[in-house]
């Protein structure tokens, strides 16, 4: 393959830059045209595509967001907008499309696959809810992201002795919350994955309060199926305990990439490029361990994430 294309789908990611970076220099290095397409599959439809040089992505790697910016596009779901889309492909002369995205992007890439348009999934989303790869580019930026927000919640929540139920992101997944849950030190940790039992958090406030404890953290991810400020209720109302909310909402996208993040961004992004270089078809690139694994992408959109239950074990012991 000689001229391919690259995008940035659905929520943005930190370190979707240095993916894109390496993309691009990737496919010079091998001798090939790289065209940028802006705002996903939205521009991939209305032809918003330009090629890039080596100098395009100079100083992005260590930048949020993406250079490319992102859309969801309902209308790209349509054969309308899928027939668009594989048109304008043509009409650049993109033998192959480098996608980075999160689950939703990568079904669009299949049914560009079935136009006949050679597609590569990287793993693109905070929310680590792919499960053929141990982790998404952004989650881990996004799991400091919380971390660090907790330090200054805790703070006021110890000064005013009372309780906080923080809200993190993650549709289906309740990853951002378990490993930021456990690395902050959070009391209790909500998922969707696992049912949730009242009376054990509030159990657990009222024994913490009578040991002198002057704080609470509860730490829920957004699919459990109790909206927030509801739960929170619920804790005052039982523990007697003055119960916050705190909803970090889009802080949690944006910021600069791990060093984790740049790393796995700048290696899958590289290989996504062999791949195409190689007439490689309908695959998405991960990591297992130390290894980068290569799938057959319908298997990697099928295979959802599980919670790793000892986390959630050791979570629950040491809040005890
Ligand atoms: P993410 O990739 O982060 O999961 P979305 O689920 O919003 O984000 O998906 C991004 C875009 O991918 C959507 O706006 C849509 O254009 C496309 N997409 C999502 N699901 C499908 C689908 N089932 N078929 C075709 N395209 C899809
Ligand atoms: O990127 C995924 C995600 O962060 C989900 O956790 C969340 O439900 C969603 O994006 C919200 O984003 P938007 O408002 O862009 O749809």
Do not use: W
């Not at 002057?214 to 039982?238: C, F, N, Q, Y």
């Amino acid at each position: 393959m000689k001229r391919i294309g690259v995008l940035t789908s659905g929520g943005d990611a930190p370190g979707m830059n240095a993916a894109v970076r390496a993309v691009v220099r990737g496919a010079i290095f091998n001798e090939m045209q790289v065209y940028g397409i802006f705002d996903g599959y939205e521009g991939l439809m209305n032809g918003e595509i330009e090629e890039l040089g080596r100098s395009s992505v100079s100083d992005i790697i260590h930048r949020g967001g993406t250079i490319l910016r992102s859309s969801r596009s309902p209308k790209f779901k349509t054969p309308e907008g899928t027939r668009r889309a594989i048109e304008q492909a043509e009409k650049f002369g993109l033998e192959g499309i480098v996608v980075i995205g999160g689950d939703g992007s990568f079904r669009g890439s299949v049914n560009l696959l079935r136009g006949g348009i050679v597609t590569v999934g990287v793993p693109g989303t905070i929310d680590n809810d792919l499960g053929y790869t141990d982790e998404t580019i952004g989650f881990d930026t996004a799991v400091n992201t919380v971390v660090s927000l907790l330090g200054n919640i805790r703070d006021t929540t110890i000064a005013h002795g009372c309780a906080t139920v923080v809200e993190v992101m993650g549709r289906n997944c309740g990853d951002i919350a378990l490993r930021a849950g456990l690395a902050a030190g959070a009391e209790s940790i909500l998922i969707p994955e696992v049912p949730y039992d009242i009376d054990a958090i509030c159990d657990k406030m009222i024994a913490g309060k009578k040991r002198g404890k002057h704080h609470s953290i509860i730490m829920k991810a957004e699919g459990v199926d109790i909206p927030t400020p509801e739960l929170a209720h619920l804790l005052e109302e039982r523990t007697g305990i003055k119960t916050r909310t705190v909803i970090p909402a889009y802080i949690q996208r944006g910021g600069s990439p791990t060093a984790f993040d740049r790393l796995l961004a700048s290696r899958l992004g590289y290989k996504a490029v062999e791949l195409l270089r190689d007439d490689v078809r309908g695959v998405a690139v991960g990591v297992r361990g130390e290894e980068i694994i290569v799938k057959d992408i319908e298997e990697a959109i099928d295979s959802k994430n599980k919670p790793d239950l000892k986390n959630i074990e050791l979570a629950s012991i040491l809040s005890i």
